[in-house]
């Protein structure tokens, strides 16, 4: 018997070793993974200037107290903020840390304005934001919360793509709208740039914070972050996954204007930022402003994309919709996406379910056009199977 805690429903199968878009078990078999850690290794398995960098790092400092100056952190900062609409970033450990911090900035932004009335926070049905006790009540998922009450209070949650039932929810004590720019446990769905511009809007003539949970969808999408090409400006974005390319790392952007209430003493973590994560956080810049780096990313992803809907057009008593953007796929299934996702085992490639009966596809951001078109062969050949 495991004497690990059995919270994961887990597929009877382990890994020893992977690289880039494969990862081997220990009888030597090799699976294409586009899971990649769900969205994680985004630069896929042991890329070289990781491992080099993981290496150099570990000789020099791992860990200090973030009660000192962390030049790495520094950088990391400075390099995300220049490129990005955030003025400030503050360092966690995951993603549900990142959100959490979300969350304690816009209450803390209110309170330190002299309007601590406005603290609570409209989410949305389907939402996932992580698994601490604000961010499971705030997506308010019963599969999640069940048994871990109290609720913890200070979220008012409205239907997805419900634009008038947010208008009827705003109120005086309303601080913040939250929303995942795509849902990714969700089911890959992407808020459409209108919807964003609405809710830009809507927290502009009521004075709200927007915050856009960026964790699974980061650097993913052929930008930094997938909320970019609706032009509209957020004012806080957690972020986690693949920022640190499979090393715990997640942060909070922050604006100026909605950092204004962290000072000294309001937050703080003993790991978050810490130098082994900061130089693999840089490490992963490094490849990511690699020229044409988002351009190869919005290409193959397109190439991806019109593949899947290929085959969508081929089985369309199997798929039905093609969802996502950049290397953020999602493939709605007209059959159990369970049973999908077992045969693709079978074929030796590697994926993932979401709600509404979808399966995520997440390449590694280097992934080769061959391995794209391996995974295309892969799918439709389980097509052909469930026909
Ligand atoms: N927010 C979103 C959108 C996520 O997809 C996830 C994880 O899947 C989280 C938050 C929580 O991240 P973590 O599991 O790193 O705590």
């Known amino acids: 018997m495991s004497s690990v805690l059995d919270t994961y429903a887990r597929k009877p199968i382990s890994f020893k070793e992977g690289k880039g878009s494969y ?7 090799k699976y294409l993974d586009f899971v990649q850690g769900i969205a994680t290794n985004i630069l896929g398995h042991c890329h070289e200037h990781l491992v080099k960098t993981i290496q150099e790092q570990s000789k020099k400092l791992w860990h200090v107290s973030n009660a000192f100056i962390i030049p790495e952190q520094e950088r990391l900062a400075k390099r995300l903020t220049n490129n990005t609409f955030a003025d400030f970033v503050c360092f966690q450990n ?50 999640h919360t069940e048994g ?28 913040a709208i939250m929303i995942e720019t795509i849902m990714g446990e969700g089911g890959i769905k992407v808020v459409p740039d209108s919807c964003l511009k609405g809710l830009r809007d809507l927290c502009d003539e009521h004075d709200l914070l927007l915050i856009l949970d960026e964790v699974q969808s ?70 990511i402003f690699e020229k044409d ?32 953007i950049g290397l953020m796929k999602g493939i709605k299934v007209l059959v159990d996406n369970t049973e999908f996702i077992k045969k693709l085992m079978d074929h030796k490639m590697l994926t993932v379910k979401a709600e509404e009966n979808v399966i995520r596809l997440f390449p590694p951001l280097i992934v080769e056009d061959n391995e794209l078109d391996e995974a295309i062969n892969k799918i439709q050949m389980v097509c052909k199977e469930m026909n």
């Open 218 to 287: 980061a650097y993913r999408t052929g930008s930094f972050f997938a909320f970019e090409k609706s032009g509209v400006m957020p004012d806080i974005v957690p972020v986690a996954k693949g920022i640190g390319g499979g090393f715990p790392l997640g942060a909070c952007l922050v604006t100026k204007k909605a950092a204004t209430g962290m000072i000294h003493g309001t937050h703080g973590s003993t790991f978050g930022g810490n130098p082994l994560a900061m130089a693999i956080g840089n490490a992963v810049l490094d490849i």
């Open 293 to 324: 780096f988002f351009k190869n990313v919005k290409k193959k992803g397109e190439y991806f994309g019109n593949g899947l809907n290929k085959i969508k057009n081929k089985f369309p008593k199997i798929i039905s919709e093609v969802r996502g």
């Open 23 to 29: 990862i081997f078990t220990e009888e030597g078999d």
């Open 148 to 175: 871990f009450g109290p609720k913890v209070d200070g979220f008012d949650q409205v239907p997805f793509a419900d634009h008038e039932a947010v208008k009827k929810t705003i109120n005086k004590n309303t601080a």
């Open 94 to 143: 995951s993603g549900t840390e990142a959100t959490e911090a979300s969350i304690k900035i816009a209450r803390k932004y209110f309170h330190k304005i002299g309007k601590p009335e406005k603290n609570r926070i409209i989410t949305f049905k389907g939402a996932f934001h992580g698994r601490t006790l604000a961010a499971l009540f705030a997506a308010n998922n019963p599969k």
